[in-house]
């Protein structure tokens, strides 16, 4: 989870250095491509094939188009016109969104459970880190598309541990699988917004291609191993520590000033996600114990016992 959440935290910054080389259709196909012959190439290295079943395929391309293609062009279109504070939050609502149709669909009965109560605190946590009163943007059509692409998500997540994960084939055969289905439909984006001249900046190439290869390829081998380890509604807490990220990474390569409400903010963030991922011990089964019973003396010995 926490290599994930580098790897998605770092996204953000790696999409406002590639809008200065592509369109944001261009970097959805650009990202997706890079991404799919990641996978395929370790899948296949690891002795791993694409699944056969027609069935599976089918499920890819519901969970492709809301996991990738979708999200990937609105958070390019978003990004044009709203904040790095309002499109982290925005984003941060994922897990909220993944909750609400888990409560829908009747997987999540425990509304007030530690984990439940882990999913409000983790996104109070990001509202103190990018305090959205203070940013510009709350209401215009990139912070609507950017809430949109965090909703596709949650769908995204819920379909996959519902159709996909734990059906017997591997984490790796299936993120590989659905991003070659997601480059498959990413070329519908071609003539929307795919076919404006490249403008060649090299921070703007270096940055495609880091989202490509790490925030989408291995990314989304991780995500799959996830949502099969923890399940769809947790797998999506990891939402909650991009905030934490992208804050460091500014600090550290930009040189932001990190506040103290900043630095609560993200106290809060981790306090809640490992509130999500709290789980009570097994109570010790008490051991039967069995009292001793003397042997019964043999006949021999009551024999000797009486003569005497």
Request: proline content about 5%.
């Amino acid at each position: 989870m926490g290599v994930l959440a580098l790897l998605w935290g770092s996204s953000f910054l790696w999409i406002k250095f590639a809008l200065q080389s592509m369109s944001p259709g261009q970097i959805a196909i650009g990202r997706i491509l890079l991404g799919a012959a990641v996978l395929v190439v370790l899948c296949y290295s690891g002795r791993q094939r694409l699944p056969r079943d027609r069935k599976v395929w089918a499920h890819l391309v519901f969970a492709a188009f809301f996991g990738n293609a979708l999200p990937f062009f609105l958070f390019g279109f978003g990004e044009q016109t709203v904040d790095s504070g309002v499109a982290g939050v925005l984003n941060a609502t994922t897990p909220l969104w993944a909750l609400l149709i888990g409560v829908l669909l009747g997987q999540e009965r425990k509304l007030f459970s530690l984990r439940m109560l882990g999913m409000v605190v983790g996104f109070a946590g990001t509202l103190l880190i990018f305090a959205p009163w203070q940013t510009s943007g709350l209401t215009s059509w990139g912070a609507l598309a950017i809430l949109g692409a965090a909703a596709s998500y949650a769908v995204s997540y819920t379909y996959i541990g519902l159709k996909l994960s734990g059906k017997g084939t591997a984490p790796i055969a299936l993120s590989a699988a659905q991003l070659v289905t997601a480059a498959g439909l990413s070329t519908l984006l071609l003539p929307i917004d795919g076919l404006e001249p490249i403008s060649w900046h090299p921070m703007g190439v270096v940055a495609i291609v880091v989202l490509g290869v790490f925030g989408t390829g291995l990314a989304f081998a991780l995500n799959y191993r996830l949502i099969a380890d923890e399940g769809a509604v947790a797998a999506t807490a990891v939402g909650y520590l991009l905030p934490v990220v992208s804050v460091l990474l500014g600090a550290v390569v930009l040189g932001e000033p990190v506040t103290v409400r900043v630095v609560v903010g993200m106290v809060v963030v981790l306090l809640g996600v490992g509130m999500t991922r709290w789980q009570p011990k097994a109570a010790a089964r008490p051991e039967l114990v069995v009292p001793a019973v003397a042997a019964a003396p043999s006949p021999v010995a009551a024999a000797d016992r009486t003569a005497e």
